[in-house]
């Protein structure tokens, strides 16, 4: 099941801050996030695991509520180049063991200058 | 590293006709995937392999499509017969285990059945 991403849209100004949100039904092993420019293929930036481990980007951050089976993207003072399609993918294990990366439907950002 | 590398990168054809995309996963990565992009169901798995076999293939559509990893180097996903309803962006990706660390995505393989 996809997981539910919010919002669906934001436009923003440069130099203001935004907030991605992810949700999930299941116990969530992990949750990836990736952004996608019109016409190209997702790019990596994040990963988060269970346990508390994070990986990523520099200079764009996330939490992960293991509990609430939610995980949330932080861009802070955006950048024109922060422009684009975000998406969370979640793995999760199921009975017969993990599941392939599930992506919700993407949060479009737009940055003005 | 060259990265995944999926061609052809558009393909237009007819309904009905036989339809067959390519992916190369990068070298040493034990995971493949097939992915289907469109405006109303975003990002969908479809089929993924580790170690060219296949383990889920549940968001394979219908029986009109299958996937096969012949060897490590290489991937196909078929559409036959292909329908209009099937035109969307089509992504590989490859990465090194499962869910611990990220996809690589191949730049794509948009196709428009007529």
């Known amino acids: 099941q996809q997981p539910v991403q919010s919002p669906q849209a934001v436009i923003l100004r440069e130099g203001e801050d935004a907030v991605i949100n992810c949700s999930s039904s299941k116990a969530l092993y992990s949750v990836h996030w990736y952004r996608q420019k019109h016409g190209e293929a997702p790019v990596f930036l994040m990963i988060l695991l269970k346990g508390g481990e994070q990986k990523g980007h520099e200079k764009i951050s996330a939490s992960f509520n293991e509990k609430k089976q939610q995980s949330s993207l932080y861009l802070t003072a955006s950048q024109l180049s922060y422009s684009g399609t975000y998406f969370c993918?979640?793995?999760?294990?199921?009975?017969?063991?993990?599941?392939?990366?599930?992506f919700g439907k993407g949060t479009h950002l737009i940055i003005q200058p | 590293d060259a990265g995944v590398i999926q061609s052809p990168r558009h393909e237009v054809t007819e309904m009905g006709q036989e339809v067959t995309l390519r992916c190369k996963p990068i070298s040493g990565h034990d995971y493949l995937f097939w992915y289907r992009q469109t405006m109303m169901r975003g990002l969908e798995l479809l089929i993924y392999?580790?170690?060219?076999?296949?383990?889920?293939d549940s968001g394979m559509p219908e029986d009109r499509f299958s996937a096969k990893m012949p060897n490590a180097s290489f991937s196909t996903l078929k559409i036959q017969p292909s329908e209009p309803r099937d035109s969307a962006v089509y992504f590989c990706?490859?990465?090194?285990?499962?869910?611990?660390?990220?996809?690589?995505f191949g730049s794509g393989t948009q196709l428009s059945v007529l």
């Open positions: 990706a490859s990465s090194f285990v499962l869910l611990n660390e990220k996809l690589f």
């Open positions: 392999f580790n170690n060219n076999v296949p383990i889920d």
């Open positions: 993918g979640t793995g999760v294990y199921s009975g017969g063991g993990a599941d392939g990366l599930t």
